[in-house]
């Protein structure tokens, strides 16, 4: 299986790329300097000159705070970009795996949304523009799989682990918004079950988050630091204290049932998948 997988350079295409070759597929990764999503025609030729069978597509803009002054750029990337691929992809029958976000969705409440649930409101341009990739894939293609993600840590590129050992290194006391609920998703769980639907026809739209109940993200530096062996005292606030320039959602629950329902192997724990992590980065606690 001979696969095109976009934004190799981020946390998951890296990974995505590492799991088809251990699994002795071909991976044909591209970036920005190799294929401009956002260019029709190069599109176009790289993915015909690849010879993919199928195209996993993790390219996108994903800098949230930044698309609320960008809001043009960001559509042009995550919509305009993600509709370029589908329509290669329709032309040519390939299946495409598009990865997409919670923040479709509105954030209220505190039942975990669903993967079929409908898409109203999103809060902020990211989600907006992410929801128009989610349109065009399912408007081009029949042979799609969407699976939405949160919280997103892996070795390639920063993330919400890498700043709080940061921070951690240099003061004794931090704040950490504990209204926000959701669950992280390592990309190193995440590329291996994006290559198992790789190899199915299970094809909708997916939820996939790591295992292991529903955490606020102090909750989550918490554990990062005692799983780090760090003595870091995390204070908690609210969203409302903690003003960011997009907003974000209070809940970010992922309802994952329909995983198993279709043959999927569900992700380990997000505290089994932190443990590997703080592994791979040298950071485990020796005590």
């Known amino acids: 299986m001979r696969v095109l997988v976009t934004g190799v350079k981020g946390q998951l295409g890296h990974d995505v790329m590492n799991e ?13 300097e190799e294929m401009d999503i956002t260019d029709p025609q190069a599109v176009d ?10 195209v996993v597509h993790c390219a996108a803009w ?47 409440g505190e039942r975990p ?4 649930d409908p898409v109203v409101a999103p809060l902020n341009v990211y989600g907006q523009t992410k929801y128009e990739g989610e349109q065009a894939v399912q408007k081009y293609l029949d042979k799609y799989y969407i699976v939405r993600i949160a919280w997103v840590f892996g070795l ?9 050992l940061k921070l951690g290194e240099s003061h004794d006391t ?48 918490r554990e990062i630091f005692r799983q780090a062996g760090m003595d870091v005292n995390v204070i908690p606030v609210t969203s409302e204290e903690y003003k960011a320039k997009a907003q974000r ?3 970010s629950r992922m309802e ?32």
């Not at 030729?45 to 199928?54: D, G, Y």
Request: aromatic share 12%; charged share 25%; proline share 3%.
């Open 20 to 32: 088809l070759a251990l699994r002795g597929y071909e991976g044909v990764g591209v970036d920005v």
């Open 45 to 54: 030729r790289v993915i015909r000159e690849s010879k993919a069978e199928q």
């Open 62 to 108: 994903t800098a949230v705070d930044a698309a609320e002054d960008n809001v043009d750029m960001c559509r042009k990337v995550n919509a305009y970009g993600t509709e370029n691929i589908a329509r290669v992809c329709k032309e040519l029958d390939l299946p495409m795996i598009y990865l997409s976000t919670d923040y479709v969705f509105d954030g209220q």
């Open 113 to 116: 949304w669903e993967p079929d």
């Open 156 to 164: 390639n590129g920063k993330n919400f682990i890498k700043t709080m």
């Open 174 to 221: 931090l704040t950490v918004v504990n209204d926000q609920i959701g669950t992280p998703t390592y990309t190193y769980d995440l590329a291996k079950l994006l290559v198992d639907m790789l190899e199915k026809k299970e094809y909708g739209i997916y939820h996939a988050t790591n295992e292991g109940g529903y955490i606020s993200w102090y909750d989550f530096a």
């Open 249 to 251: 959602p209070f809940n």
């Open 256 to 287: 994952k049932k329909k995983l198993s329902e279709h043959g999927f192997h569900r992700l380990p724990t997000w505290q089994e998948a932190l443990a590997h992590y703080l592994k791979e980065l040298g950071k485990v606690n020796e005590q």
